[in-house]
């Protein structure tokens, strides 16, 4: 019950949006609880959108973890330096 | 939305764990959490790492009580139109189960969500009574609509708990000691990180909040190993992306203006103070407590057991491991179960029978 599902907005009519998840996939929600516009990202759980999304902190993540990982014991495999590029997310 | 990446970090997390020479307990209180370490088969890896990862009362269909669904029973044979969760539905008790009344010819509707539930009552004449269950996650959503004047013929039997204060109950007094606390990611989407700064400060324990891939999950528990091996006691956030220091402040502003907090019991413990929500005097027109307090009253006058032979109580504890019960896979399955833990899908027991059950 507790897992929230990731979705755009994409229409907005009052408390209510069109949420869609992709591949076609949407669903009304209540935005009462988010501040929204169409196009945001939202965190949708039970009908409720409980929070909203910014791409950039996904991206941020794995950079985030890499560093907490390099701090426990000071360094990582040289390996995992050299495939750099931008993570997946 | 972790892909390519995630089996070299995976691997490098576990090695790292496997270096430190851990001999830990922690625990989780999120039955999502459950779900994804026994999927991803994560358990057993930390296991042998020497983390012993316990499930605590993460599950809200499996904490509530014989009581509260006794309540919903008695307000469904008396007519009422009942909206709740769709596996509250098979959750047993003594006088039966929804789905056995929903047989008996009682109109029990599953729904998604309050707001569905507020629909129903909208296009019915009939009182249309929503079965609040559920955690931080839940609760905003049910103030959000009782603030939003929902119709007369609406209520609500107000079942629902937080997590913050019931942990401290569990850490402070539990039966399990465990050195650290895995905290539930969407909880924390609300209540925000800062709200459980406390548990660190006043009782030493280390905290980390985690999502639900395996890889949230794993971080989020290398986060506490190295708590606990360097001997300190802060909340670390592995799910920044979606939880914040504040949470959700317009969530719980919500919360705030229905609720009033208030004693509950959950199933396995005992009355645990301050840790459940009913509606305050204001939203009283729609406390189904209140307003059908004659048809509640009988509920009142007798004490339930829980279902003889079940051990969900030691499940929720964290003291017990669901295949270690003896009726696991035998008398109790999903299909006829004899506890909420095999009902719900957060439930310890259905997580492990899904996954992990021994033919
Ligand atoms: S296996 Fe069934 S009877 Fe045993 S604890 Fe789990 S739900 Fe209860």
Redesign the pocket.
Known sequence: MCLAVPGKIIEIDGNKATVEYGEGVTNKANITLVEVEIGSYVLVHAGFAIKTLEEKDALETIEIWKQVLDAADGGRPSEDAADGGPPDA | MFQMRDRKMADEIMAKLKSMNLDIKIMHVCGTHQDSLVKHGLIDMLAEVGIDVRQGPGCPVCVTTPEEIEETLALARAGKTIAIFGDMLKVPSESGSLLKTKGEGADVRIVYGINEAVELAEKLDNEVIFIGVGFETTAPATAAILQSQPPENFSVLCCHRTIPEALRILISSGPVKVQGLLEPGHVSVITGSNMYEFLSKDYGIPQAIAGFEPLDVLMGIFMLATQIKNGEARVDNAYTRVVSPEGNTKAQNAMATVFDACDVKWRGFPVLPGTGLKLKPEYAKYDARLKFAEILAPVYEKEYE??P???????LRGE?D?QE?????K???PSS???????SFE????I??KYRRKD
């Not at chain 2, 019960?325 to 896979?329: R, V």
């Not at chain 2, 439930?347 to 259905?350: E, L, P, S």
């Open positions: 829980e279902p032979g079940c051990k969900c109580g030691d499940v017990m669901p019960c003896p009726l696991f896979a008398a109790c399955t179960p004899i506890g909420p833990c095999m009902v439930g310890g027991c259905a492990e029978y």
